[in-house]
């Protein structure tokens, strides 16, 4: 993931919002530590997903993270927020990838992949085709 450089470039994803740092995401060398951005990984992927939740209320997608992989490009810094960045990469029958990136003032300094799996009732399910066509429509960019 850390050598596709597209994916250091904010204008590769579709969807992307702000996340205010905190003092406690800092660590004793006075960056953010990993903890601090596996939250804001996390934070992002609430965020996207709420924010499908309300542009098609219909859908009402479950999921369940199956695996996180995280590259640490660079060094982010408290108190400069992160533009936290999103989009969708390989679609399978039951799961996607959500591909992330963080960025601070300008530069990327991380990347992240989650395999998202959809849930059904009993365990893991197929897409729904009203979702995937959704999900398409973020795909990553370049």
């Not at 406690?24 to 960056?31: A, L, S, Y």
């Not at 903890?35 to 499908?52: C, D, H, K, M, P």
């Not at 300008?106 to 197929?126: F, S």
């Amino acid at each position: 993931m850390r050598h596709i450089t597209s994916r250091r470039s904010l204008a590769a994803y579709p969807w992307n919002t702000v996340i205010e740092t905190r003092f406690t995401d800092m660590d004793v060398n006075r960056h953010l530590n990993n903890v601090a951005i596996s939250r804001l990984y996390e934070e992002t992927r609430v965020r996207f997903n709420w924010g499908l939740r309300a542009q098609f209320p219909a859908l009402r997608p479950h999921y369940l993270v199956a695996h996180v992989a995280t590259d640490y490009l660079a060094e982010g810094h408290y108190p400069a927020p992160v533009t936290a960045a999103y989009a969708v990469g390989a679609i399978g029958q039951s799961s996607f990838r959500a591909q992330m990136a963080l960025f601070q003032e300008g530069a990327c300094i991380g990347l992240c992949d989650t395999v998202m799996v959809h849930r059904g009732e009993t365990g893991p399910a197929p897409l729904p085709d009203d979702l995937r066509a959704v999900l398409e429509g973020y795909a990553l960019k370049g």
